[in-house]
């Protein structure tokens, strides 16, 4: 079974702080997810890798398929990024499997 | 298109009682995806589709529970005689997926919380 673990469960900052969320796999995988998710529910995909480091505005996110561990940064954080941020992975051709997510709440 | 739409947004019911809740896939979408999620942790498999063929069903998803895709469009999943452990937010998703799911990417609806008093 493959597990997905993120930490910390959850992070409270102040903003403009520099940000990073964890992500450890036990399985070896074909892609990792980073995504996004609001109150109320909706999801929104921020990355998709398989191996290096993407960068998209003030979020980077980082994998290490030897060691299976994912990182996701947020520079120069803002209250609007507020969220849940979950690590979702991919073996192979199946489906995908979430992690319980990092709640992340920016203080003004 | 202005994304995955579910319907509806919530739903109250009776222990007992059925019910049935619609997605409405990105049009050009093959590829349609049920998942649970409580509060506190991450959205769980259900089931999905490759356009019209329900090609995987979580264990998690007992004889009460049934997905179709008829036409290979939307969607609906039913649970029968709900059960307060039912009570979750159902999330649906579309990808456009070739022949490498590793490149898939999927969208995300607004779920539908369901409460079963």
């Known amino acids: 079974k493959n597990e997905v673990e993120q930490s910390p469960q959850n992070l409270t900052a102040q903003e403009g702080e520099f940000i990073t969320i964890n992500c450890s796999y036990s399985?070896?995988?074909?892609?990792l997810h980073w995504l996004q998710q609001h109150p109320g529910g909706g999801i929104v995909s921020l990355f998709m890798l398989s191996s290096g480091k993407k960068k998209h505005g003030r979020l980077i996110a980082t994998i290490n398929i030897q060691e299976k561990h994912s990182s996701l940064h947020i520079t120069a954080s803002h209250p609007r990024d507020s969220a849940v941020y979950i690590c979702?992975?991919?073996?192979?051709?199946?489906?995908?499997?979430f992690g319980t997510g990092t709640r992340l709440t920016i203080i003004p | 298109d202005t994304g995955v739409s579910q319907d509806p947004r919530h739903k109250i019911t009776k222990r007992g009682q059925n019910v049935t809740f619609r997605c409405d896939p990105i049009s050009e979408h093959n590829r349609l995806y049920w998942y649970r999620q409580t509060l506190g942790q991450g959205p769980e498999f259900l089931t999905y589709f490759q356009n019209e063929a329900q090609l995987e069903k979580s264990r998690l998803l007992s004889d009460r529970f049934s997905a179709e895709r008829p036409k290979g469009s939307f969607s609906t999943l039913e649970i029968q005689r709900t059960e307060q452990g039912d009570s979750a937010m159902y999330l649906c998703a579309s990808s456009l997926a070739g022949r490498r799911a590793t490149n898939e990417k999927l969208f995300f609806g607004s779920g539908t919380q369901l409460s079963v008093l």
């Open positions: 399985v070896g995988i074909s892609a």
């Open positions: 979702a992975v991919r073996v192979g051709n199946e489906k995908l499997t």
